[in-house]
């Protein structure tokens, strides 16, 4: 009988949930005690990592990076993002150690007999250094290093290991003299370090999207081994323990283990209180009222209540959102004070710490939130997670979550212009635009974009019959537009320049462009056009325009760009002669007569063609109102 040796059985665990960007940890010797830090909130934290109970070390830091504890005084060791080391434990005072600049990452504590060390490398200068904790002088041991976190140094103090972000790489480098030798490419935005029992291997973090851990087996020549995928998203600090039976990693919102001979039973309590609602528009708040415009009626207020309706919401890009948040008690609630905050998609909310007071009905009063950081400086449509997370403060306690739920977020580069003046924003329109004109971080950008997703929708056509406006003349029948462009009916496949002049300005003006609808006119030759709808050159209706309407900026005259969702013109040095290549007209300059801009491509040189199509705007220019 063959005798088959048992496989490791790996386990992934959560310790600790709900971190704010969590960074760097430190394991205690008897692997009882971890300290990690939270970059988001400048935090520092302690945690029973049998048990999960977590306690608020120090508020106050400024972007912790790393963490290390001289276990044997208690001296508690903090790097800064904004270039200090500071001492941040025992004690409630926070010293500045040293302000070496360059964004220290990864700390390690040498002892000698009489002295102390304390190494780190330097994120944005490339240093590795040298801090003498009695004297506080620093030492550069060297520089030129490619945007370096991780560090550790061996046994012998001879030789520091670094990652190097830049080259994706593990570097040794010899204490003594400075010099550099690059031992393992290949990484995956590797971070934090540690060292393996035996001190002949390195665990590697290995962030984002990799989001595992390696060991790298120092032999020759240096070899990778996977210990763990599928950690908690954008992973950085690691701290083994002595036996490396458990592995712990401080990732971007949770805490977690990597086991091999079972995890640690986490037992967390029921929650105490859970979200009940959650409001993002409210008065003297930046969220943009919104509209269903099939029922006419505004979206209800708070947008989210727990098993009865999740609302969007809508910003103005790069605004620092509040939310007013109501909670509901349950069974397990008990008096005091809790931290209450929420990770998420974004970054989450900042954690606050609130006593709070349940009326007759069971429910708190609203209590003000902001989220982590600002919005994204672009045009978007966002599922926004928010995991809520409280625990008590007055004592060690476990972090539970008390909701969760997916918010819809419409972004948009400022606020809408008319019709969106007089016209709450639609839903529906916010929707078709947001996800047009994604990405966008200019008006011009978004404007663009709506035009080329409403020019290549495939819903409709040119109407090469007649020409006639189909969604609305004095009004933009905008309701039955957007039927048509989500798959429906509206009004029949069929537009011309000025329906498509009122789709493209009306929803880019949504997003926070500035376009008018506007005419050339009258009676003008044309050059052969791709019209919408066709993939074919041709020359509609007999060959002239009686007029030509498009979305315009500024004044609407020559000296102004346009942006045409009709048509493509010929975007060739000779638009007047095959063959053509085909260019949508966004944010072209109208132009004269004298150079190949818009007017010239659409429009042969000559008294019958560019001289005839001349600009409007005194009778023409406008913005239809929405119906």
């Given at each position: ?541 007999s060959g002239s325009f009686n007029y030509h309407e498009v979305a315009w900026k500024g004044a609407c005259t020559q000296n102004d760009n ?66």
């Open positions: 009988m063959v005798k088959r040796k048992r496989e490791r059985l790996m386990q992934i665990t959560d310790v600790v949930l709900g971190l704010a960007a969590g960074v760097g940890i430190d394991l205690s010797s008897d692997g009882k005690t971890a300290y990690y830090v939270e970059w988001s909130i400048g935090e520092l934290a302690k945690v029973e990592v049998a048990t999960g109970l977590v306690k608020t070390v120090k508020t106050g830091l400024t972007y912790p990076q790393d963490v290390e504890v001289d276990w044997a005084t208690g001296e508690i060791f903090v790097s800064e993002r904004t270039g200090a080391v500071v001492q941040a434990g025992p004690g409630e005072r926070t010293a500045k150690i040293v302000e070496p600049g360059g964004a220290p990452h990864q700390l390690a504590l040498v002892k000698e007999p009489g002295k102390r060390y304390l190494y780190t490398v330097c994120f944005d200068s490339g240093r590795l250094i040298r801090i003498n904790l009695a004297t506080k002088a620093i030492k550069t041991i060297t520089t030129g290093l490619g945007h370096p976190i991780g560090l550790v140094i061996d046994a012998a103090h001879k030789y520091a290991y670094v990652t190097e972000q830049d080259k994706s790489a593990l570097t040794r480098i010899e204490l003594a003299s400075g010099n550099a030798k690059k031992l393992f490419s290949g990484l995956a935005s590797p971070f934090f370090l540690a060292w393996t029992k035996n001190g002949k291997g390195i665990f590697c973090v290995q962030r984002d999207p990799a989001n595992s851990l390696v060991q790298l087996n120092l032999g020759t020549p240096v070899t990778s081994t996977s210990i763990a995928t599928g950690l908690a998203w954008r992973p950085s600090g690691v701290a083994p323990s002595g036996d490396n039976k458990l592995i712990y990693i401080c990732a971007d919102q949770r805490l977690q283990v990597i086991s091999f001979n079972g995890p640690p039973v986490i037992k967390r309590p029921p929650p105490p209180f859970e979200v009940y609602s959650v409001q993002f528009n409210y008065r003297d708040g930046p969220a943009i009222p919104l509209k269903n415009h099939l029922t006419g009626t505004s979206i209800p207020l708070p947008e989210y209540v727990k098993s009865v309706r999740n609302e969007p919401s809508a910003y103005v890009s790069g605004a620092l959102p509040h939310v007013k948040v109501v909670f509901r008690k349950l069974p397990g609630f008990s008096g005091g004070t809790y931290a209450i905050g929420a990770t998420g998609s974004l970054g989450g909310v900042h954690r606050k710490n609130v006593s709070l007071v349940f009326n007759a009905s069971g429910l708190s009063n609203a209590i003000d939130f902001e989220f982590m950081w600002p919005l994204p400086n672009t045009v978007e449509r966002l599922k926004v997670l928010l995991e809520w997370n409280t625990r008590k403060t007055a004592v060690p306690s476990v972090p539970v979550v008390c909701g969760a739920a997916t918010h819809k977020l419409f972004l948009v580069l400022a606020k809408p212009t008319a019709p969106w003046v007089a016209e709450t924003p639609w839903v529906a329109a916010l929707e078709l635009a947001c996800g047009w004109a994604a990405g966008a971080a200019t008006s011009d950008v978004a404007a663009s974009l709506i035009t080329e997703r409403y020019n290549g929708s495939g819903k409709v056509s040119y109407d090469t019959v007649s020409g006639s406006t189909f969604y609305g003349f004095s009004q933009y029948n905008l309701t039955q537009m957007l039927d048509r462009l989500n798959g429906g009916p509206g009004l029949g496949g069929k537009v011309n320049c000025t329906d498509s002049a009122n789709t493209v300005s009306t929803l880019a003006n949504l997003v926070g462009c500035d376009l008018w609808q506007s005419r050339m006119e009258s009676g003008f030759q044309l050059n052969e056009m791709i019209a919408i709808g066709y993939n074919s050159w041709a020359v509609p209706f346009i942006f045409d969702g009709c048509l493509k013109v010929d975007g060739d040095a000779d638009p007047t002669s095959a063959p053509h290549t085909p260019l949508l007209p966004t944010n072209m300059l109208f132009g004269d007569c004298s150079a190949i801009n818009y007017r010239l491509r659409l429009c042969p040189p000559g008294a019958n063609g560019c001289a005839q199509c001349v600009p409007n705007p005194g009778m023409t220019r406008k913005r239809r109102p929405i119906i």
